[in-house]
């Protein structure tokens, strides 16, 4: 993929961007993930007027008073919290009953003892049809993880909600819990770069290609650099190369969720179609060891799936069928080939870019 126009605060990322990382570091350092640090399914419930709250999805969605609880060690807990609807197309009622939420723990007193000691806003990532595609996309965030040592971490919910007012409260539902962006550039000494237009090849190349193989594994083309269009960029002290963070992955083949469609400018028939989208690097050899890496990674990967409890036996299945069709691709040099050197055809899809909500543009 590539761009013409760079920002100039890229050029100087060494300077005060950097300064400003060291300076949250040092702040920050004792912040705790304990919350994360558990593979459990965690149970929670929020109360109060949860009617008010779903209707309440405009673009400027107001917080709402909510009564948080959840369980630890046959133990309920109970927190004051504020809660908003938040997200684009999982927002719209016509599409998703259940909306995304942003859970703001700011006004808690800060307890050690509580499970959400030090958090401030945490995206809840809810059902939308079928309680299937949230355990889905959490494998996939799992999954991510073998790949690269720089990766959200997210923890997999029962999640009830009880409207007080009405007196209704439904049946539990799995969701989930992402850490928020600042934990985890602080977990990995680093501090987030907010920069739009960001040439890709300013990025660690090596992390980055992981990143991109990694999105043509799971079949995603609903990201880029360039727009911080789910993707987070992190920078520390040690490299001037900034560090590609992927989320947000219900548009994959690998999710498959009923509404997701490829930008129509990728020219794909589906999203369960791969598309390599990184940029144009001719000679192959650099692709090795990454593919390598995804090579010594396979039994990880299948596993992952093979293992789940959770998942639709028909769709591990499928899910399995597809991953052989990756790593029939990068085991054979001609395929790889077609496969990876996409971005290098000026006659193809490769010179476009994801900003997101169905909007692309073409960067020559």
Not at 24 to 50: P, V
Not at 64 to 83: A, C, E, G, M, W
Not at 296 to 318: A, G, V
Request: glycine fraction near 4%.
């Amino acid at each position: 993929m590539r761009i013409i126009l760079i920002f100039i605060t890229v050029c100087f990322y060494t300077g005060s961007c950097i300064a400003q990382a060291h300076d949250s570091l040092s702040k920050s350092s004792c912040l705790r993930q304990e919350l994360f640090e558990d593979d459990e399914i965690l149970q929670i419930c929020l109360q109060g007027e949860i009617r008010e709250l779903f209707k309440d999805r405009g673009e400027n969605a107001n917080y709402h008073p909510i009564r948080f609880s959840y369980q630890r060690n046959d133990s309920t807990f109970h927190l004051k919290i504020r809660v908003k609807t938040r997200g684009h197309y999982r927002k719209l009622r016509e599409n998703c009953f259940t909306p995304p939420l942003l859970l703001n723990f700011d006004t808690i007193p800060k307890h050690k003892n509580s499970l959400f000691y030090g958090q401030n806003k945490l995206k809840l990532v809810t059902s939308c049809k079928s309680e299937q595609y949230i355990l889905r996309e959490y494998m996939v965030y799992k999954l991510y993880q073998f790949i690269s040592p720089y990766h959200f971490k997210a923890r997999l919910v029962k999640l009830c909600f009880e409207d007080t007012k009405k007196g209704k409260r439904t049946k539990s539902e799995y969701g989930i819990l992402l850490e928020s962006p600042k934990f985890m550039a602080e977990r990995n000494k680093s501090n987030l770069v907010k920069t739009l237009h960001v040439n890709p090849m300013k990025t660690d190349r090596e992390l980055f290609l992981k990143m991109a193989v990694f999105q043509f594994l799971i079949g995603n083309t609903d990201w880029s650099i360039q727009y911080l269009h789910n993707i987070k960029l992190i920078g520390n002290l040690n490299t001037t190369d900034l560090i590609p963070i992927p989320y947000d992955f219900d548009m994959s083949g690998i999710v498959n969720t009923f509404y997701a469609m490829p930008a129509e400018a990728l020219q794909l028939k589906s999203v369960r179609e791969r598309l390599f989208r990184g940029y144009c690097i001719k000679n192959m050899k650099e692709f090795q060891p990454i593919l390598e890496h995804f090579i010594r990674l396979k039994s990880d990967i299948y596993n992952l799936y093979q293992t789940d409890l959770l998942l639709d036996k028909t769709y591990k299945k499928n899910t399995l069928k597809y991953i052989d069709q990756f790593y029939k691709i990068i085991t054979d040099e001609k395929l790889s080939q077609r496969a990876f050197q996409h971005p290098c055809n000026p006659k193809g899809t490769g010179n476009i870019v994801i900003k997101g909500l169905k909007k692309h543009s073409s960067q020559k």
